[in-house]
């Protein structure tokens, strides 16, 4: 089951996939060393597939008004996000992401429908905000500028 902001969307066998990109940067040249940068994790990514019957259309057509809202700055609509995988892998919430598919089946009366939610300020993200809030440079004035105004004093200047 899914829901999206309360809102239930029905798939008929919905399967629901997760997948995470672990991004890292190769550093060891030419060499055969595993050395890599790590660069972050970033937002983990759920993939729904399933059918929708030719008799309701309407779910298709509620579905594909989803995945084009947009919030009040015209960004992509962020929306709270009901299902067990998703719960168990902390996402609250989400936003459509890359395509949504619709395509006839090949032998029933309905389309096969894919779609992705990308996670919204996830845990990673949350973590690192905390991170540049308590490890921001504190800022000094400028102090060669007034080293060398007091030196000059010294010297008489």
């Known amino acids: 089951m899914l829901s999206l ?4 969307i029905k798939l008929n066998g919905m399967t629901v996939a997760m997948s995470m990109e ?3 940067q190769d550093m060891s040249g030419q060499s055969s060393a595993t050395d890599v940068a790590e660069q972050g994790d970033k937002g ?6 399933g059918t929708v019957p030719f008799k ?14 947009k919030d009040d700055s015209d960004n992509r609509q962020v929306y709270r996000v009901g299902n067990d995988l998703a719960k168990a892998l902390k996402i609250r919430e989400a936003k459509f992401t890359n395509n949504i598919n619709a395509t006839e089946h090949a032998t029933l009366l309905a389309w096969n429908v894919t779609f992705e939610l990308r996670e919204h300020n996830g845990v990673a993200e949350q973590k690192e905000n905390r991170l540049k809030a308590t490890t921001k440079p504190e800022q000094k004035q400028n102090t060669r500028h007034q080293q060398a105004l007091i030196d000059a004093e010294q010297a008489g200047i």
């Open 44 to 49: 983990k990514k759920l993939s729904f597939a």
């Open 56 to 69: 309701s259309v309407d779910t298709l057509t509620k579905l594909y008004q989803l995945a084009s809202a």
């Open 22 to 24: 672990l991004k890292d």
């Open 5 to 8: 902001n309360g809102e239930v």
